[in-house]
């Protein structure tokens, strides 16, 4: 048991699937893992721990943003032993090739800042995804057939952006899209030596105004957290 995670001993497996809404962990435990059990509900905090495929799985909430997730991860990776971080979560596209509904694996995560960067002073650190992970996640997508995007993101530290400049000079260099975590986990991953990677499905485009409805999502989340499970026992 740590402060934000009331598991005890064992009640974490070494793969935990991060989504950002602790409701999402709980659906997808509910819909994805066999025989899943509660191990966490504090501060409203979901985690879930069952087996898929006979892995043993967890799925924990991070919480939305950077912050929140460091909090989560900090411990996870710390104090319980978990080994993989899969983030799986909605995005917002940023390019006009990128379609509502597509699925984009972070290879990289651009952020103007996370918890991490006071440790790192004047080095602008490349946070990255774990190649194993994402070469299966890869795989796995093509497999399904799934339209899908790979490379670079954005990681917001705020939800109400008020930067068309900063989003222009992204777009003109090629970033996919933008979320909130996944800069500041891939940074944990590495000091902890762990593997990391973001799953994503694009629930939004910034350039179009496009959304998708919430009636769509749970259809359209499914496949990403399918490529998820596969990526990490490729």
């Known amino acids: 048991m740590t402060i934000h995670i009331g598991?005890?001993?064992?009640?974490?497996?070494?793969?935990?699937?991060?989504?950002?809404?602790?409701?999402?962990?709980k659906w997808a435990a509910e819909r994805f893992l066999d025989a899943p059990r509660q191990v966490n509900a504090v501060r409203g905090m979901l985690g879930f721990t069952g087996t898929w495929r006979g892995h043993p799985v967890t799925i924990h909430g991070s919480g939305m943003g950077m912050a929140s997730l460091s909090i989560y991860a900090n411990e996870l990776l710390r104090d319980f032993g978990a080994r993989t971080l899969i983030r799986i979560g909605s995005t917002g596209a940023m390019q006009p090739h990128v379609g509502l509904r597509d699925v984009i694996i972070a290879m990289t995560a651009s952020s103007v800042g996370t918890p991490s960067s006071t440790i790192f002073r004047e080095l602008n650190y490349a946070p990255c995804?774990?190649?194993?992970?994402?070469?299966?996640?890869?795989?796995?997508?093509?497999?399904?057939?799934?339209?899908?995007?790979?490379?670079?993101?954005?990681?917001?530290?705020?939800?109400?952006?008020?930067?068309?400049?900063?989003?222009?000079?992204?777009?003109?260099?090629?970033?996919?899209?933008?979320?909130?975590?996944?800069?500041?986990?891939?940074?944990?991953?590495a000091r902890h030596g762990a593997r990391a990677l973001s799953v994503l499905t694009v629930s939004d485009h910034l350039q179009t105004g496009e959304t998708l409805p919430s009636e769509d999502r749970e259809a359209s989340f499914g496949d990403m957290v399918d490529i998820a499970l596969e990526a990490a026992f490729a």
């Open 129 to 189: 995804a774990d190649w194993g992970l994402l070469r299966a996640a890869v795989a796995a997508t093509e497999a399904r057939g799934v339209p899908h995007h790979v490379g670079g993101i954005y990681s917001s530290d705020t939800f109400y952006d008020e930067r068309p400049d900063l989003n222009e000079q992204m777009t003109r260099h090629g970033i996919l899209a933008v979320e909130m975590e996944t800069a500041e986990m891939y940074t944990l991953a």
């Open 7 to 25: 598991a005890a001993p064992g009640d974490i497996a070494e793969t935990v699937l991060m989504p950002g809404d602790p409701m999402r962990a």
